[in-house]
């Protein structure tokens, strides 16, 4: 089985500060990869280096590889169209300043997709898995920003499916969704899985337990442990700190 | 604070420092011109109390044009803006060198531009003719101020100095608001440079761009008022004579300005604090 992405001895530096002190592993295609740890312990650092936005980050320095489909991610020219590959959806939803249906036709059109028929579809259908359409079907047509923080999220989510992506980075999607909003998300991440590979960054241990596949244990800067979910929450992980950190007995 | 910051910092520090003393020479230089002129034009012509239609008309049609240079420098303004803010990163030197000197230029009033105008219209245009060896006509109608290039450019140039910097540092701050966090909102979307700052960026931004424009649009505009009404009050008044202490509490209230502008941004490159004082 071809591993969807091979991450080999990546370290980033913040200034003279190490983020991520020279990580490896792999992801497996079609897995929920669930990625935990406490603050500051370099999750979102690694989503930021899988599509390259940390490069606006100017005092950030990044050795190591990263490798999708085999092919390392420095090596794509058209950086735009490896951002397209992935999907994100940062912590703090941030609405572009335009209609909700345009929010989610952003990155088609981007693309160059232009057909109002195949736009009207895809909007439709990311609503429909952000579960948000129900909520905004009548009122396509104004300003994203006027949603909810809750609606601001899912359609961030939505955007994020807009160019079908390959891999989709959730980081702590749910912080300002509710408990039955959330619910029917992760229902639907696992229905996504069938078409792509999903890194599911989260504080919520029971997110992870009910979500992935495999569960990475991250602690200042390193990848303590990597394994089934079964094995990483059950009583005896490789690592004394991912147990008592899934126990919420750390520290 | 590791050495290389301070040595940068230092570097800094010296630039905006000459910046500064050149300036001031400049200023006064200009300043003692106008106060020397314009006690000439005063007591040699303009004494002869002049009807009010003795007005030349030519202040006109060059204000109207320099206003209108006013506008184009304004576009020109957000254009550099846009460049220095989006595309040199804040290390680069002619960045900082510009951010410095438009740190001064927009610390003026644009009451001191306006006169700085009206320094250059008397003493260029109406003087200089006379002193140059044809008698001094008695009436103010004799006073032909002469369409003069090298002076309409002088004057365009005064208000270019005024317009642009306050564009450019308006402009600066309405790209600064629009974070990088808000931007990767579009760039995790696949998003080009362009097309970020087209879509996003823009329509996020025009309202304080627009904004600036305006204020610094309404800068020309009052100097060319109190250039009208200057020049109105010095052909109606029977005195129509300038007192050399107004030339020199102007010099002061210009130095003082630009002494402050300094102090705030040599301040702020420091690295200690934000400091804005009201203007
Ligand atoms: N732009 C930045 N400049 C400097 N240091 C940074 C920057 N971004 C992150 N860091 C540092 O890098 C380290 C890892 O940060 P990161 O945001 O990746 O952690 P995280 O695991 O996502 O934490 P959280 O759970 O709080 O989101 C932290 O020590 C943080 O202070
Ligand atoms: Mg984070």
Redesign the interface.
């Known amino acids: 089985m071809e591993n969807k992405i091979e991450i080999s001895d990546l370290q980033v530096h913040y200034g003279d500060k190490s983020a991520l002190n020279g990580i490896s592993f792999d992801v497996h295609p079609n897995e929920i990869l669930s990625i935990i740890g406490p603050a500051q312990s370099g999750k979102t650092t690694l989503l930021k280096v899988i599509?390259r936005?940390l490069e606006?980050?100017?005092e950030a320095t990044v050795q190591g590889s990263v490798k999708l489909d085999g092919v390392d991610i420095d090596t794509i020219g058209d950086v735009?169209?490896l951002?397209?590959r992935?999907?994100?959806v940062?912590p703090?939803p941030?609405?572009?300043?335009?209609s909700i249906y345009d929010n989610v036709a952003?990155?088609p059109r981007?693309?160059g997709l232009r057909t109002k028929s195949e736009l009207d579809e895809i909007v439709e259908r990311c609503l429909q898995q952000a579960a948000l359409w129900d909520e905004v079907k009548d009122r396509l047509n104004t300003l994203g920003t006027k949603l909810s923080g809750g609606q601001q999220q899912r359609l961030?989510i939505a955007?994020?499916l807009?160019?079908q992506p390959e891999v989709l980075c959730l980081d702590e999607f749910s912080i300002a969704i509710d408990p039955v909003t959330t619910m029917r998300i992760e229902d639907v991440l696992k229905t996504l899985q069938t078409e792509m590979t999903i890194l599911l960054v989260t504080n919520l241990v029971q997110q992870a337990k009910r979500l992935a596949n495999r569960t990475a244990f991250f602690l200042n800067g390193d990848l303590i442990e990597i394994d089934t979910t079964d094995v990483i929450f059950s009583d005896n992980p490789a690592n004394q700190a991912t147990y008592d950190y899934v126990n919420g007995t750390f520290g | 604070m590791n050495s290389m910051t301070t040595r940068a910092e230092r570097k800094q520090k010296i630039v905006l420092q000459s910046i500064t003393f050149v300036i001031l020479g400049v200023a006064f230089i200009l300043m003692w011109n106008v106060l020397i002129k314009t006690r000439v034009v005063s007591m040699q012509a303009v004494s002869a109390a002049p009807l009010p239609n003795a007005m030349p008309t030519n202040l006109f049609s060059d204000l109207y044009l320099v206003l209108l240079m006013s506008f184009l420098a304004i576009l020109f303004g957000i254009a550099c803006a846009f460049y220095l803010q989006e595309w040199l990163?804040e290390t680069n030197w002619v960045r900082r060198l510009i951010e410095g000197l438009v740190a001064i230029l927009t610390g003026i009033p644009s009451l001191l531009f306006g006169i700085l105008a009206i320094g250059i219209f008397f003493s260029y245009a109406g003087t200089l003719k006379m002193i140059g060896g044809s008698p001094v006509p008695q009436n103010a109608e004799a006073i032909p101020v002469q369409h003069d290039t090298t002076l309409f450019y002088a004057e365009a140039l005064t208000f270019i100095l005024m317009v642009m910097p306050v564009t450019i540092k308006t402009t600066q701050g309405a790209l600064h608001s629009i974070a990088?966090?808000?931007?990767?909102?579009?760039?995790?979307?696949?998003?080009?440079k362009w097309?970020v700052l087209k879509?996003?960026v823009m329509?996020?931004a025009f309202t304080r761009i627009l904004a600036g424009g305006c204020r610094a649009m309404s800068r020309a505009f009052a100097a060319a008022a109190l250039l009208i009404g200057i020049y109105t009050w010095h052909y109606t008044t029977e005195s129509g004579k300038m007192p050399g202490r107004f030339m020199l509490f102007l010099s002061g209230a210009l130095f003082l300005s630009v002494l402050s502008s300094t102090l705030i941004e040599t301040h702020r490159s420091s690295g200690r604090n934000t400091v804005n004082l009201p203007r």
């Open positions: 599509n936005t606006f980050t100017p735009y169209e951002r397209r992935i999907g994100m940062l703090l941030v609405g572009l300043p335009l952003f990155a981007t693309a961030t955007r994020a807009s160019h | 990163p990088t966090p808000i931007r990767e909102a579009a760039y995790v979307l696949g998003a080009s097309q879509r996003q329509p996020l």
